[in-house]
């Protein structure tokens, strides 16, 4: 029986679609990537039952990091860089995960953020990064 896929099984890579700088975090304590999907629901005159619709929204995605570098808040400045338009590189997310009969790659190109920020919650506490935002589209490969 095949072994079921575990977190330690997973990784994250953020990529400079500009420069391919990849900023490899080893301590991403989660990840989450949504498909994001809209159902909607018609019922007509003569018909029992409604009609379903579904349309494809994006991708959404969330996670949080524990860095032991500085170039987590280089990161954070270069998103912040191509929201104000000073950059025109672009960010994409690599979550590879690494199923006992291969290893598949979900890629998340041209992601858009949401608010960015850096958390200490306590003096014994790591300090955070979360990182929430959408991407238009994805790609699956293998490795």
């Known amino acids: 029986m095949a072994r079921k896929l575990k977190g330690s099984n997973v990784s994250v890579n953020i990529v400079s679609a500009l420069t391919g700088l990849r900023y490899e975090f080893t301590d991403i304590k989660d990840c989450t990537v949504t498909f994001a999907r809209d159902v909607q629901s018609e019922g007509y005159l003569g018909q029992d039952t409604e009609q379903k619709d579904d349309d ?8 949080t990091a524990h860095s032991r570098q500085a170039r987590m808040l280089e990161l954070l400045d270069l998103i912040n860089q191509i929201t104000r338009g000073i950059s025109a590189d672009t960010i994409q997310i690599v979550m590879s995960l690494r199923f006992p009969d291969g290893v598949k790659r979900i890629i998340l190109p041209d992601c ?28 699956i490969l293998n490795a």
Do not use: C, M, W
């Open 56 to 63: 494809f929204k994006g991708v959404d995605f969330s996670l």
């Open 112 to 139: 858009k953020f949401g608010n960015l920020e850096v958390g200490a919650g306590g003096k014994a506490e790591y300090v955070t990064f979360p990182l929430e935002g959408s991407a238009d589209d994805y790609r």
